[in-house]
C-alpha cells in the first residue's frame, strides 16, 4: 500500500510561484511513476506532469517550461515548482503514483488571482 499526502497549495498572484510537495509512505515508492494531476471545476482531471523511477519527466504543454517536477527517493517525496503561475491554473492538484495500480492523494488547492 502506498499513502500519499500534499501540502504546498494556496492564494497566488498571476506571475507568482509555488512549489508543491507529496510525501509518500511505502517501501515501493522508488519502482514507480510519480505525477501531478490537476482538475478544475467543471473540467475533467488532466495529467500536468510526471517522472519515472529513472527520472525521465514529461509535461502538459500548458505548463512547460514554467513547471518542473522533481522526486527524491530516499525521502519519499516527489514536488512540483511551478513559476510564472496564471489564472488557468486555478485547480485542486493530485499527486498521483503508479505501480501496478493508480494511488492518489486527497488533493490541494492552487487558486491564481489578482
Known amino acids: 500500500q502506498v499513502q500519499l499526502g500534499e501540502s504546498g497549495g494556496g492564494l497566488v498572484q498571476p506571475g507568482g510561484s509555488l512549489r508543491l510537495s507529496c510525501a509518500a509512505s511505502g517501501s515501493i515508492f522508488s519502482r514507480g511513476t510519480m505525477g501531478w494531476y490537476r482538475q478544475a471545476p467543471g473540467k475533467q482531471r488532466e495529467l500536468v506532469a510526471f517522472?519515472?523511477?529513472?527520472?525521465?519527466?514529461n509535461y502538459a504543454d500548458s505548463v512547460k517550461g514554467r513547471f518542473t517536477i522533481s522526486r527524491d527517493n530516499a525521502k519519499n517525496t516527489v514536488s512540483l515548482q511551478m513559476n510564472s503561475l496564471k489564472p488557468e491554473d486555478t485547480a485542486v492538484y493530485y499527486c498521483?503514483?503508479?505501480?501496478?495500480?493508480?494511488?492518489w492523494g486527497q488533493g490541494t488547492q492552487v487558486t491564481v488571482s489578482s
Open positions: 498521483n503514483y503508479f505501480f501496478i495500480r493508480n494511488y
Open positions: 517522472i519515472t523511477s529513472g527520472g525521465n519527466t
